[in-house]
């Protein structure tokens, strides 16, 4: 088992960046796929990135793309979310999550069985 653990957020101004992290404990992390979600108030849980085991295949929400980049180092066992050219309606808890050892990508929110607690991210206009 894996327990994502997110750091990294913040209240920033429209157009700004942030780098969020997750670390994840467990020697199993170069097994598993990753992913960001994140969740607005009033909204649903919507998945922002996902990232393959070995971070060779990447798949982004059309909301996000060209705009933010996910990455993975397994040394550290750490996955992280770039965000660029932050908007308002980015604002979000942003959660972590990991799949089970061995899992592919496949987009379905159900591949993913391990959260983190969240990280808030606000972004003013």
């Known amino acids: 088992q894996v327990q994502p653990v997110e750091s990294g957020g913040g209240l920033v101004q429209a157009g700004d960046s942030l780098r969020l992290s997750c670390a994840a404990s467990g020697p199993t992390f170069s097994t598993r796929i990753m992913a960001w979600f994140r969740q607005a108030p009033g909204k649903e849980r919507e998945l922002v990135a996902s990232i393959s085991r070995t971070g060779i295949a990447i798949s982004y929400a059309d909301s996000v793309k060209g705009r933010f980049t996910i990455s993975r180092d397994n040394a550290k066992n750490t996955v992280y979310l770039q965000m660029n050219t932050l908007k308002p309606e980015d604002t979000a808890v942003y959660y972590c999550?990991?799949?089970?050892?061995?899992?592919?990508?496949?987009?379905?929110?159900?591949?993913?069985?391990?959260w983190g607690q969240g990280t808030q991210v606000t972004v003013s206009s």
């Open positions: 999550a990991a799949g089970a050892p061995g899992g592919i990508l496949r987009g379905l929110d159900s591949d993913f069985t391990s």
